[in-house]
């Protein structure tokens, strides 16, 4: 993934300590492009012996298998799932203009006037979490694309979108100011950094449950001791308090890192969860 992309910002967050633990440093590269297409083929051609893994998103091995026609990577068949060491919701914003400060009171509004409002997204999961809401609610909504999430908040505020539905991180400096009416967060429980934002349970639409991922996968081959002892190392850096903390500044939920077989299978589901979503709403990437 890019430098300074959210996987690669909490991937460092894990390093030093590995390296201290594995006694040899932990080196990044970054490869960005293709929504993480060229990374996935490298590491899926890669000598399956632990020293090439991949960390990535739920944008290589959700999104992508829906998004694309083909790609040059199976999500399941080339990769051995290893550790799912984050999590992060969205939080559901409303330009504050429109006078709703319910989530009940935004859908009643917006199916009132069928058409006339639109959301913002800057980002495909974004835009994915944004497609979720309009279809559980129910909604007429028009998609507005922006270069970046931050490039739709001006539009948000002066209400040129209605609505955006975007990670903790981001969603963060217009919670704290005030400057939109933050609805709903996409989890089954709250987060501290936006601890007055209600679940989406709270505010009355509990099947609003939807979250980005970060994880690391290693080529299919690697043997399963060796997948077992970096997943047991990544999760006890994860259980460190200074990592903790920084994970949880990154927008983390707080939930301990997934094991491998459990990690296998929620990537298996996922593909098919963020498929139906994105196959409803008609999307594809070329």
């Not at 934002?197 to 001791?225: H, K, N, Q």
């Not at 939920?253 to 589901?269: I, K, Q, Y």
């Not at 996922?270 to 994105?278: M, N, P």
């Amino acid at each position: 993934m890019p430098a300074g992309s959210a996987v690669d910002v909490t991937t460092r967050v894990f390093t030093d300590r590995l390296s201290q633990v594995w006694g040899k440093p932990v080196v990044i590269d970054n490869r960005g492009g293709g929504n993480g297409v060229l990374a996935c083929e490298i590491v899926a051609r890669a000598r399956p012996d632990g020293l090439t893994l991949l960390s990535t998103s739920a944008m290589t091995h959700a999104a992508n298998p829906a998004l694309y026609e083909r790609l040059p990577y199976d999500p399941i068949r080339d990769f051995a799932a290893v550790v799912r060491y984050n999590t992060s919701p969205f939080v559901l914003m409303a330009h504050k203009g429109l006078g709703t400060t319910s989530l009940s009171a935004l859908i009643a509004r917006m199916k009132a006037e069928p058409g006339r409002h639109n959301f913002g997204a800057g980002s495909v999961p974004s835009r994915i979490a944004g497609e979720l809401f309009r279809q559980l609610a129910g909604l007429d909504l028009v998609h507005v694309g922006y270069k970046g999430n931050q490039q739709g908040f001006p539009d948000l505020i002066n209400g040129r979108i209605s609505l955006m539905a975007v990670d903790v991180v981001g969603a963060k400096p217009l919670v704290d100011t005030d400057s939109v009416n933050a609805l709903a967060l996409s989890d089954t429980e709250r987060h501290p950094a936006v601890a007055a934002v209600p679940t989406a349970a709270e505010a009355g639409l509990p099947r609003y449950i939807f979250t980005t991922w970060s994880g690391l996968y290693a080529p299919a081959a690697t043997p399963p001791e060796v997948v077992a002892r970096i997943a047991r190392d990544i999760t006890k850096a994860a259980e460190v308090p200074e990592v903790r903390v920084r994970l949880e500044a990154l927008g983390s939920a707080r939930r301990a890192p997934m094991p491998p077989a459990e990690f296998a299978a929620f990537t298996a589901s996922e593909i098919e969860s963020w498929g139906r979503i994105i196959r409803t709403a008609g999307l594809r990437l070329e």
